[in-house]
């Protein structure tokens, strides 16, 4: 199926909101997220921003872990997977030639923030959290962390790979995120 028309079964959901794991202090009365975000390796900002994740590279770097300190954000290391890494041009070129015609999504500006999986089940997981709780470290700052917030992304393109997608999608729906596969 032809990326255009993958995006463009997005639109319709484009204001879906979701529910927002996170940890409660009771002593500072606010929400945060575990980890630091994982930062993108495309991205614009938009109206709506869709999320895509390619295993562009074929593996994490590793590290020894002493366990006296927190241990190191993944980095994706080797080769990159040149077929993974067409999937997400081709994509940042669909929204983009969507965004410069004036008939479709008219006064609507798509953007998009891809991530590299790394091929791992772990780093896509990492991600697909991400994109349903979005990327400021502290957020919700009412008494209680039960606020609904609404979804970092709409919906998602990527992962080709079975097992991440799998996994990603199980997560991604308890927050109503759609999620189509390619390749």
């Known amino acids: 199926m032809e990326i255009t028309s993958i995006l463009m079964m997005f639109v319709p959901t484009l ?5 927002s794991p996170a940890e409660c202090t009771p002593d500072l009365v606010s929400c945060r997220l575990w980890a630091d975000p994982q930062m993108p390796s495309l991205f614009m900002d938009g109206d709506f921003v869709i999320g895509g994740i390619f295993s562009i590279h074929y593996y994490t ?21 040149f077929r993974h890494l067409r999937f997400a041009r ?22 998009y923030q891809i991530h590299d999986s790394c091929a791992e089940v772990l780093m896509a997981v990492k991600v697909a959290f991400q994109f349903a709780n979005g990327m400021e470290p502290f957020y919700n700052d009412t008494d209680f962390c039960s606020k609904s917030a609404a979804a970092a992304v709409p919906a998602l393109v990527g992962e080709t790979s079975s ?10 729906g308890l927050f109503g995120i759609p999620q189509v596969i390619i390749g």
């Open 163 to 172: 097992t991440p997608s799998m996994s990603m999608t199980r997560m991604l």
């Open 15 to 19: 204001w879906i909101t979701g529910l």
């Open 61 to 81: 770097g590793s590290e020894q872990n002493t366990y006296t300190r927190r241990p190191l954000q993944l980095q994706c290391a080797g080769r990159i997977n």
């Open 90 to 111: 081709a994509m940042e070129f669909t929204i983009q030639e969507i965004n410069n015609r004036t008939d479709l999504l008219p006064g609507i500006t798509l953007g």
